[in-house]
């Protein structure tokens, strides 16, 4: 069985920082790109940035970039979310999710994912 299982999340005041994991299991790691979505209350869930776990290819959203970092650790089967400098409009549940097979990321951030994590909510306070 598939399974992606978010942690890490909670809450942070502004300019504070996080990091989420994405423990995944249930099929070959290294076959799949791995994305970072989040859903703030009343928004629709947007891709944030993926990884390809084959050639550690990466993709960030201009609003995250260079304050956010994914990574892999592929002996754990983990994807990580750096997050520095947060910002009150980060706050949202974040999930992470197996991307399309054949489009990899970042095409596959854009696609609907094959399986979602049940996601992890983070504040972050003014």
Do not use: H
């Amino acid at each position: 069985e598939v399974q992606l299982v978010e942690s890490g999340g909670g809450l942070v005041q502004a300019g504070g920082s996080l990091r989420l994991s994405c423990a995944a299991s249930g099929f070959t790691f290294d076959d799949y790109a791995i994305g970072w979505f989040r859903q703030a209350p009343g928004k629709e869930r947007k891709g944030i940035s993926c990884i390809s776990s084959s050639d550690g290819n990466t993709y960030y959203v201009d609003y995250v970039k260079g304050r956010f970092t994914i990574s892999s650790d592929n002996a754990k089967n983990t994807v990580y979310l750096q997050m520095n400098s947060l910002k009150p409009e980060d706050t949202a549940v974040y999930y992470c999710a197996v991307l399309p097979r054949g489009r990899g990321c970042p095409r596959g951030l854009v696609s609907p994912p094959y399986y979602w994590g049940q996601g992890t909510q983070v504040t972050v306070s003014s």
